[in-house]
């Protein structure tokens, strides 16, 4: 049984055929690759009995043997695998070993996680605290509420430090797509198609902004009037306003945002998976008592936080932080590595908030209900069929168009906590916090919510 040689960021691992190792950004695992292109659980190598082999765990952004996408083949030394990305994500790099050497992938096996980290910045990277770790340090405050964060199942992400970055966006995304731009020429965004870039989200206007190249080969960004507003470092631009960009500013749109990057224009594009954390928040009233003392704890992606306490214990409190609508005295809230509170008016429209008191019509139908909240919510120039199409997936994804047509004071109690979740689900917000979701619902209306 031939040993196989790993080498990653120039990093290697000799792997022996009794065990099988498994690949991803899981600090647990035994090749760890912190790439936000990577999955938390991405794939595993493994020696079958006739060849080594690796197989694909569902992962967001794939494996690829020679560009091609692959759930599961046998590797062959010297075929180079690149995880997240066909041409630019981590690449493996496979060889034959030279001759058996059980000490050394013994040795290797139990590597901790920081010292099998395997990226070339791995000296500049800060472990994450784990929020266990933070909040076990608030145990001696029995007056704070607890958050407790189940294990992660999945393609989620650990919870990271923030890093350096251009302000504005994740620093550790890679852009989704790239525009060309050149001198003299006019770029017009919006979710019309007859707009040079076309983004599919139903919070643009048809023609929501333009990219205009400038004499000495700057460009400005002109707002055309839209409905849900053009951004820049997370500020509102005047309506039909224009703003010259530097080179680290980011105009968001939506749910994307644009960077100019020499002669072309990056994007990236919110589609979910988005960290959150809580960093040293602080909270006092009248009087000077604190009643949120230094809070941190930080959210993977693809995860449900549930955070417990009895009355008075600061949870209200720790939820209005959180969601900006009552910020913190101190510490920030980062949204993806974008402060949630400097940024607040743009990153708002990422973000539900389901209160404890349902905010509904209740004489309305559950379907004009969600029509008038899509008319509010979606640009005016939004055809009738795509807020139908919109409110009908909802609808479908929450469990709630059999009762479409049904007054909403008809309704129990789970069925009308259901709306007002649809309400907030309409703009497909990448986070949503809830209120006392299930607070008066017997058993079986409670698991009904939750799920």
Excluded: C
């Amino acid at each position: 049984m031939p040993e196989l040689v790993l080498e990653l960021n120039g990093r290697t691992w000799t792997l022996d055929p009794s065990r099988s190792y498994s690949l991803g950004r899981d600090p647990q695992g035994d090749v760890v690759i912190d790439d936000a292109r990577v999955s938390w659980r991405h794939a595993t190598i493994a020696w079958n009995g006739q060849s080594w082999g690796i197989e694909d765990h569902g992962s967001t952004n794939g494996t690829y043997v020679q560009g091609a996408r692959v759930q599961q083949t046998a590797l062959v030394p010297g075929t180079p695998v690149h995880l997240g990305n066909a041409t630019d994500g981590p690449r493996l790099n496979l060889s034959a070993a030279a001759a058996p050497q059980p000490a050394v992938a013994q040795q290797q096996a139990q590597q901790t996680p920081a010292q099998a980290y395997a990226q070339p910045q791995a000296a500049a990277y800060q472990a994450p605290q784990q929020p266990q770790q933070a909040w076990n340090q608030q145990q001696h405050q029995p007056q704070q509420p607890q958050v407790h964060v189940p294990q992660q199942q999945g393609g989620g992400a650990a919870p990271r430090q923030p890093q350096a970055a251009a302000p504005g966006y994740g620093g550790d995304r890679s852009p989704t797509t790239f525009h060309q731009l050149s001198l003299g020429h006019v770029m017009r965004i919006g979710r019309a198609l007859e707009n040079e870039l076309v983004v599919s989200d139903l919070q643009v206007s048809r023609h929501h902004a333009e990219f205009h190249s400038m004499p000495g080969g700057r460009f400005e960004i002109r707002d055309l009037g839209s409905h849900n507003g053009t951004y820049v470092n997370g500020q509102p631009l005047a309506k039909s306003g224009t703003q010259l960009l530097g080179p680290n500013d980011i105009v968001g749109v939506g749910h994307s945002t644009f960077r100019i990057v020499g002669d072309r224009l990056e994007e990236f594009v919110d589609t979910g998976e988005v960290s959150f954390s809580a960093r040293h928040l602080t909270v006092t009233v009248d009087g000077g008592k604190q009643i949120l003392k230094d809070v941190t704890f930080g959210v993977p992606e693809k995860s449900l936080i549930g955070v417990i306490g009895p009355s008075g214990s600061g949870k209200s409190t720790l939820l209005k932080a959180l969601t900006g609508y009552r910020p913190a005295d101190q510490g920030d809230v980062l949204y993806d590595n974008r402060n949630l509170y400097k940024q607040f008016a743009e990153l708002r429209q990422r973000i539900g908030l389901v209160p404890q008191d349902d905010i509904l019509h209740k004489e309305l139908r559950v379907s004009t209900a969600l029509k008038y909240a899509a008319k509010l919510r979606f640009p005016g120039d939004t055809a009738e069929s795509e807020r139908a199409a919109r409110i009908d997936e909802v609808l479908r994804e929450l469990k709630l168009d059999i009762h479409k047509d049904k007054k909403i004071t008809a309704l129990s109690g789970g069925q009308r906590k259901r709306v007002s979740v649809a309400l907030e689900l309409l703009t497909k917000p990448s986070l949503i916090f809830l209120d006392e979701p299930t607070s008066g619902l017997d058993p079986g209306m409670d698991r009904d919510v939750m799920q």
